[in-house]
């Protein structure tokens, strides 16, 4: 009996030993760790978060978000940054890998969820639609061009230039608005 209950004493200090120096990752952990990893022949896109806007536009933010920690004082919430371009990857796709890796708040509503069948970026850094006037809201660029598209349906090249950027005029104080056909190098993924 003290050999049986020695041997699982043994055996239990083992596993512990290895599992408290393995760490386990989810593939998707895995890249998220590894999201910054360029190396010379890998395809990359710049991405960067601006609200700059609502400084302009200060008196219609709401009071509550009135703090530089949700709108820093030069309105940049991610610098241009290089991220690796994937096979597949979407706009929303380094978006969303951007504001993991980066711990960026960032809510959006699924392609399923509404009628444009394209997710939906409905807040960055707790900065939503409507916080700052009942025009305002997030819309994206690619190469200084608003697509006319969600921005889970645009598939972006190597170099390409991404921006996200808040709006408190739909878009008419950021040079785009959603009236306007301003995007004619759009490249829409195959339905």
Not at 63 to 84: N, W
Not at 179 to 190: G, R
């Amino acid at each position: 009996m003290k050999k049986d209950l020695l041997i699982l004493a043994f055996a239990a200090i083992i596993i512990i030993v290895l599992f408290k120096g393995t760490k386990f990752q989810s593939v998707e952990d895995y890249y998220l760790t590894h999201v910054d990893d360029i190396t010379e022949d890998s395809q990359t896109v710049t991405l960067s978060i601006r609200c700059d806007t609502i400084l302009d536009n200060w008196d219609q933010l709401k009071p509550e978000l009135q703090d530089e920690k949700y709108v820093p004082a030069d309105g940049v919430i991610l610098a241009p940054t290089k991220y690796v371009l994937r096979p597949k990857d979407t706009v929303f796709d380094i978006l969303n890998r951007a504001t993991r890796h980066e711990k960026i708040h960032m809510e959006y509503q699924g392609a399923q969820d509404n009628v444009y069948g394209s997710a939906y970026i409905q807040g960055i850094n707790f900065l939503y639609e409507y916080s700052c006037g009942p025009l305002s809201g997030w819309m994206y660029r690619v190469n200084g061009a608003f697509p006319d598209y969600g921005c889970s349906r645009y598939k972006p090249k190597d170099k390409d230039i991404i921006e996200f950027v808040y709006t408190c005029d739909l878009g008419r104080d950021i040079g785009g608005s959603f009236d306007t056909q301003n995007d004619s190098k759009a490249t829409e993924t195959e339905e």
